[in-house]
């Protein structure tokens, strides 16, 4: 059982937007940034979304964070097939002294 | 080209012990906290470990500690972690990844734990 918590799925249809949430504590996602990752089979994951908002460059603007409180979400809109992948939410935990990651959203594009 | 390459993964008997490592170039390697993270098969991301810069600061998921110990040698822009008394459960691919935003990943090296 995860410190911060994921939906285990997420699904949409080309076009549309999708949310994938990440809930946490005062510990983690309150008091500290949020940071996203994609991950596709086999390989090692990639940074979306760091400081809860901001995005490297070369991550499309498609890619949106947002964070409120002790719960963040990653938003994709005009979703892509090239979309589908796992996709993990982490932040620092200060009661823990080290990262927690969510245990995954895995995203079908139908 | 910022790169982190891992080495030293492989099989071993529960209750072995296996030592990785993860080379880093491209990029002032002291100047970063590093952190070690696996993937069990099939299973979401586990942070492992931290290091600080000079690596008096250390960090260890409950699981690891006592078995597990990061260590850094800057002069050679390297991260290791040595892994004692291992278990089935620490069956994962192992990534070396670095701080403050886990911006930089390996492509991990593979441990099965297995008799």
């Known amino acids: 059982q995860s410190v911060v918590t994921q939906p285990p799925s997420a699904s949409g249809t080309p076009g549309q937007r999708v949310t994938i949430s990440c809930s946490g504590s005062s510990s983690n996602i309150e008091n500290n940034f949020v940071y996203w990752y994609q991950q596709f089979p086999g390989t090692a994951p990639k940074l979306l979304i760091y400081r809860n908002n901001q995005r490297p460059s070369g991550v499309p603007d498609r890619f949106s964070g947002s964070k409120s409180g002790t719960s963040a979400s990653l938003a994709i809109s005009g979703l892509r097939s090239e979309d589908e992948a796992d996709y993990y939410c982490?932040?620092?935990?200060?009661?823990?002294?080290?990262?927690?990651f969510g245990g995954g959203t895995k995203l079908t594009v139908l | 080209e910022e790169q982190l390459v891992e080495s030293g993964g492989g099989l071993v008997q529960p209750g072995g012990s296996l030592r990785l490592s993860c080379a880093a170039s491209g990029f002032t390697f002291s100047s970063f906290t590093m952190n070690w993270v696996r993937q069990a098969p099939g299973k979401g991301l586990e942070w492992v470990s931290y290091i600080s810069h000079s690596g008096r600061d250390i960090y260890y998921t409950d699981s690891v500690k006592g078995r597990f110990t990061i260590s850094r040698d800057n002069a050679k822009n390297s991260l290791y972690l040595q892994m004692n008394s291992l278990t089935d459960d620490d069956t994962a691919t192992y990534y070396c990844t670095r701080d403050p935003r886990l911006d930089l990943w390996g492509q991990g090296t593979r441990v099965t734990v297995s008799s």
């Open positions: 982490a932040v620092w935990d200060d009661s823990l002294s080290g990262w927690v």
